[in-house]
Nanobody, 124 residues
């Protein structure tokens, strides 16, 4: 069982930056692949980024590649999403997720655990 709590969302102007954090409970954090998803009003939840168990492999949605950086601090059960050059289209609730799969997938219903979400709003 893993419990996830996100923080770091807020309101930022276009071109600005935010850093999201995800705190995970449980002693088996390093055995899960970790990821970030987001959901804008009226839209389906979409994949943003993910990390392998070791953190050596990273995956990004095309829409955020080159602007967002995902990282994990396994000894401290933390994951981060550094978001730079933010755009109004990045406005959404951002969710931290964990899964027991070997390779991360982009499909939300294949992830096992979710945080409550943190709102990110980018003004133009």
């Amino acid at each position: 069982q893993v419990q996830l709590v996100e923080s770091g969302g807020g309101l930022v102007q276009a071109g600005g930056s935010l850093r999201l954090s995800c705190a995970a409970s449980g002693r088996t954090f390093s055995t899960y692949v970790m990821g970030w998803f987001r959901q804008a009003p009226g839209k389906e939840r979409e994949f943003v980024a993910a990390l392998s168990r070791s953190g050596s492999s990273v995956y990004y949605a095309d829409s955020v590649k080159g602007r967002f950086t995902i990282s994990r601090d396994s000894p401290n059960n933390m994951m981060y999403l550094q978001m730079n050059s933010l755009k109004p289209d990045d406005t959404a609730v951002y969710y931290c997720a964990a899964a027991g799969q070997v390779i991360p997938t982009t499909t939300p219903n294949q992830w096992d655990y979710w945080g409550q979400g943190t709102q990110v709003t980018v003004s133009s």
